[in-house]
């Protein structure tokens, strides 16, 4: 086992809290700090203590790194990220597709010729991305498209002429012909379109209307970040998600999601494949999105740990990566896994240990344990743990 060496990424809609303070570093000035990766993924590996990159760790010995079972499933890669996300403003609305899609996708870019780090590139890679996030402070997210029924009466409400050819739209064709019809509009059209929104909801805000207050106040907040854009407005027809610390939401491909706020750990099959529908100053391709987009309405539901090896359980419908939260006391517990595994110490000080020795593991720091190495740990210590999801 290793202990890793990981890195951040500073986007502008990161805290310059939570991810210092984790790692025990004094908060920056001068940027946030929006996600600490682990994994082995291309654009940023986890290093280990020589400097090796894990990727090239694995790549030089993948029989002992990920085990038999992984390779034959998922080819010689890790398949899963790990990363701490931390948001004090809001992501982009956006999708990721099915590996169908991804193989698809990619396949037709490589074959144009488009360089992978052109800013207009749709798909990085030939994988799928679906994720979690488990709330580790309380978050706020958009998720998914409420049902239908409630969009149109969320959208009435405000009574504006500039939203009946969205409300005809949705009422007619469903989200498939409403939203589509948005992304189209013209700049001009937009920006009207947008701006009256805005001001309309303000106004219920303002009157302490409780129907749609959180999504009326996130409307009017997501407008003054990005005047004109058409997200304000399918923000509307999303569910407004709030996870308590604990709890997680499962992101299938195809859902429309952002997170408007807080931090979690977040894990998702090792892809950088991100389809934007808005809330961003990124490139949207139009076309990929309506073919990604998952068009289903209805409630998402809210993930609640169950118990089981090692700790809290929290079930995905994929085999791609399996999260467990594990509180670790003064005696050693087992954390034996087929699989290679993650691990990150959240709280305390964890001390794990192999048959090679024991590496201690303070807050913020993480380790890669490869598959079918007997691990042990004690604390005390809140750890989170990843392997795959192959039984």
Request: hydrophobic residues 45%; proline residues 9%.
């Amino acid at each position: 086992m290793w202990q890793l060496t990981n890195s951040v990424r500073h986007y502008p809609w990161g805290s310059r809290t939570v991810i210092p303070e984790l790692l025990g570093e004094p908060s920056p000035a001068d940027r946030p700090y929006a996600e600490l990766w682990m994994g082995a993924h291309a654009d940023q590996p986890s290093r280990l203590a020589d400097g090796t990159p894990l990727d090239a760790a694995i790549t030089a010995a993948p029989d002992q790194m990920l085990g038999t079972a992984v390779i034959e499933r998922f080819g010689p890669r890790l398949p899963f990220l790990m990363k701490v996300l931390a948001a004090d403003r809001p992501l982009s609305l956006q999708a990721h597709p099915t590996p169908e899609q991804a193989a698809v996708g990619f396949a037709a870019e490589e074959a144009a010729g488009v360089p992978r780090d052109d800013p207009t590139r749709t798909f990085k890679d030939p994988f799928h991305k679906p994720e979690i996030l488990l709330a580790i402070t309380p978050v706020e997210a958009l998720c998914g498209f409420r049902p239908v029924e409630e969009s149109l009466h969320c959208l009435a409400k405000l009574q504006l002429p500039e939203l009946m050819p969205t409300i005809a739209a949705l009422a007619r064709g469903g989200l498939r012909t409403a939203i589509p019809q948005l992304l189209a509009l013209s700049t001009k059209r937009r920006e009207s379109l947008v701006s009256a929104v805005a001001e309309r909801a303000a106004r219920f805000v303002a009157a302490h209307d409780p129907e749609f207050i959180n999504t009326y106040r996130w409307a009017a907040q997501l407008a003054g970040t990005y005047p004109g854009d058409p997200g304000v407005v399918i923000s509307l027809m999303c569910n407004h998600l709030k996870l308590a610390p604990g709890e997680a939401v499962f992101l299938p491909a195809g859902n429309l999601h952002a997170y408007l706020c807080g931090a979690g750990v977040e894990v998702m099959a090792s892809s950088d494949n991100v389809l934007r529908g808005g809330l961003t100053s990124k490139h949207i391709d139009l076309a990929a999105l309506i073919e990604v987009l998952d068009f289903s309405d209805g409630k998402v539901p809210v993930l609640h740990p169950v118990l089981g090896p090692g700790g809290l359980r929290y079930p995905v419908p994929v085999e791609d990566f399996d999260l467990t939260r594990v509180e670790l006391g003064e005696d050693a517990g087992l954390l034996t896994t087929a699989g290679p595994q993650l691990v990150l110490c959240a709280e305390g000080t964890a001390v794990l240990g192999s048959a090679d020795g024991q590496l201690e593991l303070p807050r913020g720091r993480s380790a890669f344990v490869p598959a079918g190495e007997p691990l042990s740990a004690r604390g005390p210590a809140l750890l989170y743990r990843v392997t795959t999801g192959l039984r």
